[in-house]
Nanobody
Framework: QVQLVESGGGLVQAGGSLRLSCAAS????????MGWFRQAPGKDREFVAA????????DYAHSVKGRFTISRDNAKNTVYLQLNSLKPEDTAVYYC??????????????????WGQGAQVTVSS
């Protein structure tokens, strides 16, 4: 079983940037699809971005496309989410997730096997 730990969250003004990291321990993530999801107060957890095992393919939710960038460093067993041009509506707890079971729907949170504890991102207007 893998342990995922997010870091890099915080409070930022609208228009600012943050970089989230998701560090894994327990096993290598080099064969896993990795995803980022977020959950705002009173709302369901929603898909943000995903990256293939090799890093060669990425997918983004429409609401963040062009502003957020997902990347990974398999040598460091770490996945990143760069958040630019932040908006107040981006305020949420951000979770990273790993899927090791093979092909699936990278946008479906039920298709992920392991989750981090979350990192709070708060964007002030």
């Amino acid at each position: 079983q893998v342990q995922l730990v997010e870091s890099g969250g915080g409070l930022v003004q609208a228009g600012g940037s943050l970089r989230l990291s998701c560090a894994a321990s327990g096993r290598t993530l080099s064969s896993d699809v990795m995803g980022w999801f977020r959950q705002a107060p009173g709302k369901d957890r929603e898909f943000v971005a995903a990256i293939s095992a090799s890093g060669g393919s990425t997918d983004y939710a429409h609401s963040v496309k062009g502003r957020f960038t997902i990347s990974r460093d398999n040598a460091k067993n770490t996945v990143y989410l760069q958040l630019n041009s932040l908006k107040p509506e981006d305020t949420a707890v951000y979770y990273c997730a790993a899927r090791s079971r093979g092909p699936g729907d990278s946008r479906n949170l039920a298709d992920y096997d392991d989750w981090g504890q979350g990192a709070q991102v708060t964007v002030s207007s």
